[in-house]
């Protein structure tokens, strides 16, 4: 006897293709794990890329600042695909490009 209804197909499923399946316990690659000497055994998860908001965050700068100079090819950034990324290298670049010497204070200024 057939255990299913009448002009039903039976579905054959799959844990990889079958969206039902429970969640894979893996970390998602655009996350990496890191922990710091001081915080012990507790560890967070750093992005490898950051997004212009994530990184203008970081930078205190508006996302429409970075978007326009990274646009004009002026900071270090990475496009994958269409999409404007920055790593935690191109980041610190773009502080340590932007100090300027300080002027001496009796040095009148030009």
């Known amino acids: 006897m057939n255990p299913l209804p009448r002009g039903s197909k039976r579905r054959l499923t799959h844990p990889s293709t079958d969206r039902r399946a429970a969640p894979a ?34 930078l205190q700068l508006r996302p429409s600042w ?14 994958v695909g269409k999409h404007l990324r920055f790593t935690r290298a191109d980041i610190q670049a773009i502080a340590d490009n932007s100090a300027q010497p300080g002027t001496p204070a009796n040095h009148p200024r030009p």
């Open 25 to 58: 316990t893996t970390t998602a690659p655009h996350l990496r794990t890191s922990s710091s000497p001081t915080a012990g055994t507790q560890r967070t998860a750093e992005p490898v890329l950051y997004t212009a908001e994530q990184a203008a965050e970081l």
């Open 66 to 79: 970075l978007r326009r100079k990274a646009a004009a090819r002026a900071i270090p950034c990475r496009y």
